[in-house]
């Protein structure tokens, strides 16, 4: 559905904001590597090489975490923006035993694939001493251990999943643009499943303090300036053909759905998953197009999560995407 009439001018893509944004943000450390990084993975999976299909692989950008907002330049004080990180590093796990190859974008020191069973403190509670020289894995983590090292390696020494850290949302943006502009010669064979919390506000680079914000000044007051839209840009420019799915997160269920799609409409999205804070591990509504679909974990399951029946809805919509556009 697409936007009308008397409502089409806020839907417009704000591109001088973004420009301010990027023209604004602090050049992106390492940025040179994860180009390369990427331009490799995409050439490796433009040219099957790697399932030896002979076509285009699926490959799925999956957004993780929150990202942070610095106050000062050498940064001592930061807002957060809230997720542990386990929705990502879940559904990155089903994407890749549906046969996806997952660039898994990632808020440093959150949850990772194939980590989700192991304990707080894994170095420290899955290992000991047995002799002097010899390490080993305590029997009660061993099935977790086993299954976090042999799936990570599979993944990765495949050639299936490359993992990508930010902190800021400075940073989550500039890899969020690389990533998507390279994912673009993969036409609709390409998903963007975007969980990552971003925020929603920023200090603008140029107006930010060097040094540490000092206390003796008195209470702090400080403007944000609101973090410019980039999913309609996405869309527009970086990956138009692939295809994309949001979260919409909100602690009000009232409001839940109704800014979902308000969301789907507006960013042009192809599904929107609207989840509330308390609730979001036990189910979640695909907002699309066509209707609301509610998915929920499988209770008589003690480990099933709601991301195992999420993945697998989202796979279907993306084949017939695929398939729609007869490519
Ligand atoms: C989500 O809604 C994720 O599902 C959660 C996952 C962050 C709730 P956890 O990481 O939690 O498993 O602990 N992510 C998107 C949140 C967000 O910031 N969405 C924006 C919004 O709601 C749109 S991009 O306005």
């Not at 559905?1 to 990027?22: G, H, K, L, Q, R």
């Not at 609207?274 to 679909?293: D, F, H, P, Q």
Request: charged letters at 25%; proline letters at 5%; aromatic letters at 10%.
């Amino acid at each position: 559905m697409d936007a009308t009439n008397n409502s089409e001018d806020i839907y417009e893509t704000p591109y001088a904001e973004i420009d301010s944004f990027f023209d604004s943000a602090p050049p992106l450390r390492d940025g040179t590597n994860i180009s390369s990084k990427l331009k490799d993975f995409i050439e490796m999976h433009s040219s099957s090489s790697v399932s030896g299909s002979g076509g285009v692989n699926r490959v799925v950008c999956v957004t993780s975490g929150g990202t942070t907002v610095p106050l000062e330049r050498r940064c001592v004080r930061y807002i957060d923006n809230f997720s542990s990180g386990y929705r990502g590093a879940a559904s990155t796990e089903y994407f890749l035993k549906a046969g996806y190859s997952v660039i898994f974008l990632y808020r440093r020191g959150t949850c990772q694939p194939f980590c989700r069973s192991l304990p707080d403190d894994p170095l420290l509670e899955c290992f000991e001493f047995t002799d002097e020289s010899n390490i080993q894995v305590h029997q009660s983590h061993f099935e977790a251990v086993k299954r976090a090292l042999t799936g990570h390696d599979a993944a990765v020494a495949g050639g299936f999943l490359l993992k990508l850290p930010f902190t800021t949302i400075f940073e989550y943006l500039q890899i969020l643009q690389l990533i998507a502009i390279s994912m673009r010669s993969l036409g609709p064979s390409a998903m963007f499943y975007l969980a990552a919390a971003a925020s929603d506000f920023y200090v603008p680079w140029k107006s930010m303090t060097e040094h540490k914000i000092q206390s003796r000044s008195g209470p702090l007051d400080m403007r944000l300036v609101q973090v410019p839209k980039m999913l309609s840009l996405l869309r527009k420019e970086w990956s138009p053909m692939a295809f994309c799915v949001s979260f919409k997160l909100e602690t009000d269920k009232e409001i839940l759905l109704e800014k979902a799609d308000m969301a789907l409409r507006k960013y042009k999205m192809h599904a929107v998953v609207a989840n509330e804070l308390l609730t979001r591990k036990e189910e979640v509504v695909v907002v699309t197009s066509t209707g609301n679909i509610t998915v929920h974990r499988d209770k008589t399951q003690p480990d099933a999560d709601v991301e195992c029946p999420l993945i697998h809805l989202l796979v279907e919509r993306h084949s017939a995407y695929i398939k729609d556009s007869d490519f």
